[in-house]
């Protein structure tokens, strides 16, 4: 099993940007799916990027909405897996998570939350505007 801790959140002014990171252990042997979500209290936990951990080369996935503004990365190990957060806005305010999944059969992730078993506790982001 793979475990996940989330660090980074907390509160910020519209405008401005966060990072967070996910501290990843556990079952990391081999390639691992690395995905970013959030979740607004009454609504759809969404996906946001997913990073390969493997070798061959960093393979990443946005959904549109987030490209340019938002960027996943990962140290060389795959230990730790960052959300870079620019342009923070309001409607950015929640619960942000990380998870841990297996890749698809072309070796690529998608921020699918389905595709994902293991999952942190979450932290919290606020924007105020």
């Known amino acids: 099993q793979v475990r996940l801790v989330e660090s980074g959140g907390g509160s910020v002014q519209a405008g401005g940007s966060q990072r967070l990171s996910c501290a990843v252990s556990g079952a990391t042997g081999s390639g691992k799916c690395i995905g970013w979500f959030r979740q607004v209290l009454g609504k759809e936990r969404e996906g946001i990027a997913s990073?390969?951990?493997?070798?061959?080369?960093?393979?990443?996935s946005y959904i549109g909405s987030f490209q340019g503004r938002f960027t996943i990365s990962k140290d060389s190990a795959g230990n730790t897996v960052y959300l870079q957060m620019d342009s923070l806005n309001a409607e950015d305010t929640a619960m942000y998570y990380c998870?841990?999944?297996?890749?698809?059969?072309?070796?690529?992730?998608?921020?699918?939350?389905?595709?994902?078993?293991?999952w942190g506790p979450g932290t919290q982001v606020t924007v105020s505007s």
């Open positions: 990073i390969y951990t493997g070798g061959g080369g960093t393979r990443v």
């Open positions: 998870a841990a999944g297996s890749p698809l059969p072309d070796v690529s992730c998608r921020p699918t939350p389905s595709n994902y078993n293991d």
